[in-house]
């Protein structure tokens, strides 16, 4: 409760600074409220992009699912089955057909009638690096296409050149159980 006057307070002094700084009296005074941003249903914590030949192997309840956005910090996907908010499950990301990232982590943040919404959890480094590089390959590509109005796609042999090179170093995840495709 403590924290909640303080806010107020400091709103009270900003309007009031606000106020004398532009020669206002207090009929006139300006309208400012403060909303917390937990509270803004839609505040992100990375940029978005949709994706068409993007999907997800779920392993329990076991069901291929279309993903629709992808970020850096989660994916949103369309699902018949039923995900509880809060679950973790364990996936298979897919690009065109071919596993990018296995043994994916994904928690369910919030479940919609049409979208199953999702935030990464425990990525390794080698996942996180690969992630990264699909959302940045998808911007560049979106923006090249809106600056030369060409639709390059280049971002597919990115993410599997990107595959390979981190084969080759021999970075791989931990070994887990295996999801069967």
Same mark, same amino acid.
């Given at each position: 409760m403590?924290k909640?006057?303080?806010k ?10 606000l @106020? ?8 006139? =005074? ?5 909303c917390p941003q ?6 992100r ?15 329990t ?16 996907? $369309? $699902?018949?089955?039923?995900? !509880?908010?809060?679950?973790?499950? #364990?996936?298979? +990301? +897919? ?14 943040t ?13 990525? #390794? ?13 998808a911007q ?7 600056? =030369?109005g060409?639709h !390059? @796609? ?9 595959? #390979?090179?981190?084969k ?14």
């Amino acid at each position: 409760m403590g924290k909640d006057n303080n806010k107020s307070g400091l709103v009270s002094k900003l309007k009031t600074k606000l @106020d004398r700084m532009l020669g206002r009296k207090n009929a006139e =005074s300006l309208g400012i409220d403060y909303c917390p941003q937990k509270q803004v249903p839609a505040a992100r914590r990375a940029f978005r992009i949709d994706v068409d030949n993007m999907h997800v192997i779920c392993r329990t309840p076991r069901v291929k699912c279309r993903v629709h956005d992808i970020s850096a910090s989660g994916i949103g996907f $369309s $699902s018949s089955k039923e995900f !509880p908010v809060g679950t973790v499950i #364990e996936a298979v +990301l +897919l690009w065109s057909g071919k596993p990018v990232l296995k043994h994916l982590k994904l928690k369910i943040t919030r479940r919609t009638p049409k979208i199953v919404g999702c935030e990464f959890t425990d990525l #390794e480094r080698s996942q996180d690096k690969i992630i990264s590089k699909i959302v940045l390959a998808a911007q560049k590509r979106m923006i090249q296409k809106k600056h =030369s109005g060409k639709h !390059p @796609d280049k971002t597919e042999e990115e993410i599997a050149r990107e595959v #390979e090179a981190q084969k080759k170093r021999g970075i791989a995840p931990a070994a887990r159980k295996k999801i069967k495709l």
